[in-house]
């Protein structure tokens, strides 16, 4: 049968070893020192042997007394990190917010966010894990995260969303190539054109042959790839030109690699996905927000492309 030593037993001992004497373990346990003797008198009778050495005026701690203090001291430690971790869950700044992405939101404009939600809150952590459809919107309905990013329009089980921006597939050229010299592409323009394509797959890859094959536009299609940055990066390579989202092609866009906005709108929709049945985080909005202020930009530029299509 085990010794019916308690909580209260431990406490006394502890204060009696860290104070060195039961006036000021008394002191510590807001108590008086008859009860600190009493009750360090009854934990050694449920022990069965003497944890101090008794002298006028002090105690001397016995080798075995030494020995159970080191062990209390590691159980206060783990209790410690338990009242410290239940103290930090009552504050959002040391909460880490957990967020599902596109892969193309992830190179191209969650870099921007992130860095102005985390200057912002700067205890708090932020986790980007990159995935596609329809893999992303499983995760977000089995609330395996905070917040999802996706471009899927239909409903996602469990959770609710948010639409942030509707932008439309823009085009991508080289460095020097002719048709550099339009303000705005049409399908027609395509024709003959080396051309760098999305996977057979991809839903935007079948929206741009079926225009394409509406205008009878014939192009030439030798190279293919699953990602909108390695469009980009052949583009730059000069292997032809192509159709991507415009946040892609912005965070690309630089000496080798030029932007046209395309006279038929094909949208690129940004939605934010928030899981139902997970609890709410309270940074979550500060990083929605965060999220907006990185595409305005984006959304800015949109409207100058509206514009040229007009004047066309």
Same mark, same amino acid.
């Given at each position: 049968?085990?010794?019916?030593? =308690? ?24 108590? @008086? ?11 050694? $009778? ?67 966010? $992130? ?11 932020? =986790?980007?894990?990159?995935? *596609? ?27 609710? $969303? *948010? ?5 439309? *597939? ?26 760098? /394509?999305? /996977? ?62 395309? @006279? ?49």
């Amino acid at each position: 049968m085990p010794f019916p030593i =308690t909580h209260r037993h431990i406490e006394v001992f502890r204060a009696v070893m860290t104070a060195g004497s039961v006036t000021g373990a008394a002191q510590l346990l807001f108590t @008086s020192q008859p009860t600190v003797s009493r009750d360090l008198a009854r934990m050694e $009778s449920l022990l069965g042997y003497v944890l101090f050495d008794r002298a006028p005026g002090r105690l001397r701690p016995t080798a075995r007394a030494m020995a159970l203090f080191d062990e209390v001291q590691r159980a206060y430690q783990g209790l410690d990190q338990v009242v410290a971790r239940a103290q930090a869950l009552g504050r959002a700044e040391d909460e880490r917010l957990q967020v599902l992405t596109l892969p193309a939101l992830a190179h191209a404009m969650l870099p921007a966010a $992130s860095a102005d939600w985390a200057s912002r809150h700067p205890q708090a952590g932020l =986790t980007l894990t990159p995935q *596609e459809s329809p893999l992303l919107e499983e995760w977000m309905a089995a609330q395996r995260f905070d917040i999802g990013l996706s471009e899927v329009s239909a409903t996602v089980p469990g959770t609710r $969303s *948010e639409t942030l921006a509707e932008l439309d *597939e823009v085009c991508v050229l080289p460095a020097g190539h002719r048709l550099l010299e339009r303000a705005v592409l049409t399908p027609r323009d395509f024709d003959g054109e080396r051309f760098v /394509s999305l /996977s057979s797959e991809d839903p935007y890859r079948r929206q741009f042959d079926a225009i394409f094959a509406t205008a009878g536009v014939q192009r030439r299609l030798q190279l293919e790839t699953h990602s909108a940055i390695a469009v980009c990066a052949l583009v730059q390579e000069n292997l032809g030109i192509a159709l991507v989202n415009p946040l892609t092609a912005r965070a690309c866009a630089g000496p080798g690699l030029h932007i046209r906005p395309l @006279s038929v709108s094909v949208p690129f929709r940004i939605q934010a996905l928030w899981a139902l049945h997970r609890p709410g985080h309270a940074l979550a909005q500060d990083f929605i927000d965060a999220v907006k202020r990185a595409l305005a930009p984006a959304i800015a530029a949109q409207a100058t492309d509206g514009a040229k299509r007009q004047r066309r």
